[in-house]
């Protein structure tokens, strides 16, 4: 077989898999437990994990109560990490598994890490609970108790201590501690403090057992556990095959990261199984990276802890990434988180625009309407705030402005959605204008050549802007901005006197690929009855700046087919500005979303025609003209940006808020590292 080029495995890109497992439990039967977790160790290794936690005392058993003293379970415990240590060695992965554990004359409710055939090192419970229906100190030692920070398994003396970390010396990042069970529910969980010292990956072996409503509340801790610390938390709890003397349990299983949600088991399952998700602990590193707080918080209560090394196995087949990954990351698959976006961005925008009204006492605004996608969502926020405000929309003075290139289907739009909302419409035929200023500065068009350059297109773009601003003077208003976050990113707006500047922009936080779901998602509502079908009939428009004639073939000028696609584009927007990834990443996770339609969800009521797939060679295309376009060539728009809100986790662009850039960079260092990373 051929070997995979690198740049198609996860592991290139600062992947590393993980499995919570959730083993059919043997009570009091050491070696039936040791072959559960032989087979999902061994079936894990064929999977490509590379680390794999099993639950709480999952070797012995967690409800076998005075059992747990008993010589003889004890001693096979012992033997079958030996067993256990070598199948996870064979399956090429690191596996932390739940036993009790003697030191000196104390047993602990342990958790054994296992890699390279051997005890990487034994971390025990910190917490013990002894309360409601837990009785652990009957039987077991807290960590602060012990008399030696090593302990004699397998014929070895390794590490013994809670806080361990963990780290793979020939993977960066994947670096993990673990806790147990009660640990996660103190009020400074251990793990708070492994993160700080550098963990990446959280593990947690639980026997917790499950009453009504308690799942949630697991998850919940899952959740903000690994949104706090910057991290990812892989939770396994014990589940068939406990003893159900007084308790019931449920094998709950899931893995978060950075508070997502990656993957959740089956709960109350009857046969083994795994729970597998990667975690992108380079994503996390970098999140680190940028957040001052959690920087400072691990100099001020981090601790110096013990490290332990170890070498992580080499590199497998390539396969599909195992986790969620959005197409679109400004736009949820899931409908109902869709909807709650929606709803907000919606919100914001108009609440933004609200206050700046109140603040300027500004009763009227001024926008262009051009019957496309931006100025139709601003347009929609601006009836939003002045129903919210209790002001007349006949105060929102909107202007279709027709050009050289203006067709007929986008100006009817423009009139039918002014005419549904109830604004106040008007229409200005920029042509004269724009013959005179083109005469004027003797371009050759004016004598009667076909020369539609840029100077031809921002005349026009120009000249929309200058009326909206004169006539926001004239009518006491101010000029509402459309451009979007998109736009932006590229660079595509006209500077200065252009579609680049406005005296507010709601639109300029907000991704093109959210705004379309954003029209959608308004003319749904029942009060967007009357404009609903023209909203429809824009979304089906090609995106177009309209500014030069259509050719002898009668196509339109088409933006995605300057620019790229804007699907694609603000993939490259959201990884490259949230996490600073990496091009060939970036370019390897988009291959991932977008190389097959078949794979994954899409976006509720994302229609059918656009539902299509980009091969490597397209998407390293596009990115190289994004990485020009983004680094080098328009962050001088991006300085000078008019106010408007934050909108999306992406974050915005402007200078005053989550991107600062020097507007004289170039795109070198970013060019070269695609062009040395991904191949063509």
């Known amino acids: 077989m051929a070997k995979t080029h690198p740049f198609h495995s996860a592991r290139t890109h600062g992947f590393v898999r993980v499995a919570a497992a959730t083993p059919v ?17 061994r079936q894990a290794g064929e999977q490509g994990v590379d680390l794999i936690v099993f639950p709480e005392l999952s070797l012995s058993g967690y409800a076998i109560d005075d059992l747990h003293m008993q010589a003889a379970l004890l001693d096979e415990v012992e033997r079958q990490i030996v067993v256990i240590a070598t199948a996870a060695d064979e399956a090429g992965l690191v596996a932390v598994v739940g036993a009790p554990i003697r030191n000196g004359d104390a047993l602990f409710n342990c958790a054994v890490v ?68 009660e640990d996660f529910w103190a009020p400074l969980p251990p793990s708070t403090r492994a993160a700080l010292a550098g963990a990446r990956i959280l593990l947690n072996l639980s026997a917790s057992n499950i009453v009504i409503g308690k799942a949630d509340e697991r998850a919940v801790l899952c959740a903000s556990q690994s949104a706090r610390t910057l991290s990812a938390y892989a939770f396994a709890a014990s589940g068939w095959g406990e003893s159900t003397t007084d308790l019931a349990w449920d094998g709950q299983a899931t893995i978060h990261e950075l508070g997502a949600k990656l993957a959740e088991g089956e709960r109350f ?51 599909p990434l195992i986790r969620p990954l959005d197409r679109f990351p400004f736009v949820p698959d899931d409908p109902k988180r869709l909807d709650q976006d929606c709803y907000e961005a919606f919100n ?22 051009s019957g496309g996608l931006d100025s139709t969502q601003a347009l929609l926020v601006a009836c939003g705030a002045f129903d919210r405000l209790k002001l007349p929309r006949t105060d929102i003075l909107a202007y279709t402005m027709p050009g050289f290139a203006t067709s007929e289907g986008t100006k009817s739009n423009a009139w039918a959605l002014m005419k549904a909302l109830g604004v106040t419409g008007e229409e200005i035929d920029i042509r004269p204008a724009a013959e005179r200023m083109l005469a004027d500065i003797g371009h050759p068009w004016a004598d009667g050549q076909p020369v539609h350059d840029i100077t031809f297109e921002n005349v026009q773009a120009g000249l929309r802007t200058d009326y909206l ?43 093109k690929t959210l705004i379309r779901h954003l029209i959608r998602w308004v003319a749904q509502r029942d009060d967007m009855a ?8 824009i979304l089906d428009t090609e995106i177009s700046p309209e500014l030069v004639p259509a050719g002898a073939d009668g196509k339109i000028q088409s933006t995605e087919g300057t620019v790229g696609p804007y699907a694609l584009n ?103 590292e695609l062009e040395a990373n991904v191949p063509d």
Not at 136 to 152: C, I, L, N, Q, Y
Not at 153 to 174: K, Y
Not at 474 to 501: C, I, P, R
């Open 25 to 41: 439990v043997h009570i009091a039967d050491p070696k039936a437990n040791a072959e559960e977790h032989v087979a999902l160790i």
């Open 570 to 672: 603000d993939f490259f927007l959201f990884h490259i500005t949230r996490f600073g990834m990496s091009p060939s990443k970036v370019a390897w996770l988009c291959h991932q979303a977008w190389g097959d339609a078949a794979r994954g969800h899409w976006p509720a009521h994302h229609p059918e025609a656009d539902r299509v797939a980009y091969d490597l060679a397209t998407i390293k295309f596009w990115l190289r003209k994004f990485l020009v376009r983004f680094f080098q060539t328009s962050q001088f728009k991006r300085s000078a940006l008019p106010n408007g809100p934050k909108v999306v986790t992406g974050g915005s662009l402007s200078p005053r808020g989550d991107w600062r850039a020097p507007s004289d960079g170039n795109a070198r260092v970013w060019l070269d």
């Open 469 to 511: 601003f004169r006539l926001a003077n004239q009518n006491k208003a101010f000029v509402l901005g459309t451009g979007d976050l998109s736009e932006l990113a590229l660079g595509w707006a006209t500077y200065g006197v252009g579609d680049h500047m406005s005296h507010y922009n709601v639109n300029g936080g907000v991704a």
């Open 269 to 319: 399952a009857m046969t083994p199984h795994l729970t597998v998700a990667d975690i992108d602990v380079e994503r996390i590193g970098m999140d680190r990276l940028r957040n001052g707080t959690f920087a400072d918080c691990a100099r001020m209560e981090g601790e110096a802890a013990t490290v332990i090394p170890f070498e992580a196995a080499g590199d497998r087949e390539a396969g």
């Open 348 to 369: 914001i925008q108009v609440q933004g625009l609200m206050r700046r009204m109140t603040a300027t006492g500004a009763g009227r605004l001024c926008i262009g309407v």
């Open 114 to 181: 296992l890699g390279g055939g051997a005890v990487l090192g034994v971390v025990p419970k910190t917490y013990l609970p002894n309360y409601r229906e837990y009785y652990e100190k009957r039987w077991f030692a807290p960590a602060a108790s012990r008399g030696e920070d090593a302990v004699t398994l397998g014929g070895e003396s390794v590490d013994f201590a809670p806080g361990l970390i963990f780290e793979a010396t020939n993977r960066p990042g994947f670096v993990f501690a673990v806790e147990i069970c």
């Open 530 to 537: 009357p404009a609903a079908a023209t909203l429809h009939a």
